[in-house]
Each structure stands twice: as structure tokens, then as C-alpha cells.
């Protein structure tokens, strides 16, 4: 007899639903306090984390897909929150880095962020959620290693 794929108990799915509904309770904040949507607001965050980069070094760090990207970054420039000027390592591309408006915007949506995550895993103990990290961790290790690129 084949074994049955019973759906809610199909880790693949559960994380999926899981990392939606995190994504949807705070797409919510971001979009009714700030007007962001998810992938413009990992964008700034990249940004703010490690300075200036291009929109392919943006792919690899975030995991969005190059659409996803460019979409967010002309939204974050034409709402004055990155600058872009020209690549001196790639002349085709750009570097998009936050400009002061671009600051201003990080220092108040880190802090609900934060605030969010807290509310979040409050049912979680510290410990548990650094396990949570390191296993989170080991999964993409090993996802990395069988998809597309592994």
C-alpha cells in the first residue's frame, strides 16, 4: 500500500501556511500604518542592514525573484525612499542605497516589526525560538541543496 499524503500533517505545507499567515498579519501593519507592501519593506530593510546594492544582489539576499524586486524598487523610488545611481563595478545596473526619507521610514516601521514578532512568538521561549532559528536554518540548507540551483 502507498502511503497517504495527509496535508495538514505535510511539514512543506504546514510551513507555508505558517510563513503566510505571519506574512499576512504583518503586510496589514506595514500597509495600513506606511503604505508598504512586504517586498518593499524587505528591500529598505535589506538596504538599512547592509548598505548600498544592485537589484540582482538584492535577489540573492531576499530570495524574491528579480519581477518581485524591480517592481518594489521603482515603488520605493518614486516614493523618494532610495536613491540609484550607476554601478561602478556593472554598468548596466544600478545601486539603489535609502535616502534620508528612506531612514526616516525604517526608524518607524523597525520598531512595529520588532513589536510584531514579539506578539508573534510570545507563546515561545527564548530558547525555543533560537531553536526555531537554527532549524529554520538547517531547512533552507537542505531545500537549497534539492531545488532549483542545489
Sequence with gaps: ??????????????????????SAAISGVYQSLFGLRIPEWRLITILAEYGAMSQQAMCGR?????????????????????????????QRS?????????????????????EMERRIFASLSDEEQAQLRTMLERVESAAAMIGPGG
Excluded at 2 to 19: C, H, I, M, N, Q
Excluded at 94 to 110: K, M, N, P, T
Design 1 to 22: 500500500m502507498t502511503e497517504t499524503l495527509k496535508l495538514d500533517a505535510f511539514l512543506p505545507y504546514r510551513l507555508s501556511v505558517a510563513s503566510n499567515r505571519v
Design 62 to 90: 531576499t530570495q524574491m525573484d528579480k519581477v518581485t524586486v524591480s517592481r518594489a524598487a521603482i515603488a520605493v523610488h518614486e516614493r523618494g525612499l532610495v536613491t540609484r545611481t550607476p554601478n561602478p563595478d556593472d
Design 94 to 114: 544600478h545601486l539603489l542605497a535609502l535616502s534620508a526619507e528612506g531612514w526616516a521610514l525604517y526608524r518607524q516601521v523597525a520598531p512595529k516589526a520588532l
